[in-house]
Nanobody, 122 residues
Framework: VQLQASGGGLVQAGDSLRLSCAAS????????TGWFRQAPGKEREFVAA????????YYADSVKGRFTISRDNAKNTMYLQMNNLKPEDTAVYYC????????????????WGQGTQVTVSS
């Protein structure tokens, strides 16, 4: 399965954006789908993940209370609602899927797409 993120853009601090992640194939065999981000000059880091059934959700501490992950299994699409954006949220955002249960280790994920750029100006 290949996943493709979209919905990024240039916004001001305090604004909101909703990212979408569309899967090109069935993700029902994936236990987790997740969002990661990579800022310039930094390593890619975990943002949020959701179990396929939706009954478990994980967030990085840096986005808790501001970001909300969700998925629509009927549409094979995952979302990331980002509120109260900060300049430090500026990054390329990626989505991927995992058959494992460790939410936050990107080595457990596959199906990475090209990512979508989010830029937050101060």
């Amino acid at each position: 399965v290949q996943l493709q993120a979209s919905g990024g853009g240039l916004v001001q601090a305090g604004d909101s954006l909703r990212l979408s992640c569309a899967a090109s194939g069935p993700t029902s065999s994936s236990v987790l789908t997740g969002w990661f981000r990579q800022a310039p000059g930094k390593e890619r880091e975990f943002v949020a993940a959701i179990v396929w059934s939706g009954n478990k959700i994980y967030y990085a501490d840096s986005v808790k209370g501001r970001f909300t992950i969700s998925r629509d299994n009927a549409k094979n699409t995952m979302y990331l609602q980002m509120n109260n954006l900060k300049p430090e949220d500026t990054a390329v955002y990626y989505c991927a899927a995992s058959r494992g249960t460790h939410c936050c280790d990107q080595r457990m994920y596959a199906g990475w797409g090209q990512g979508t750029q989010v830029t937050v100006s101060s």
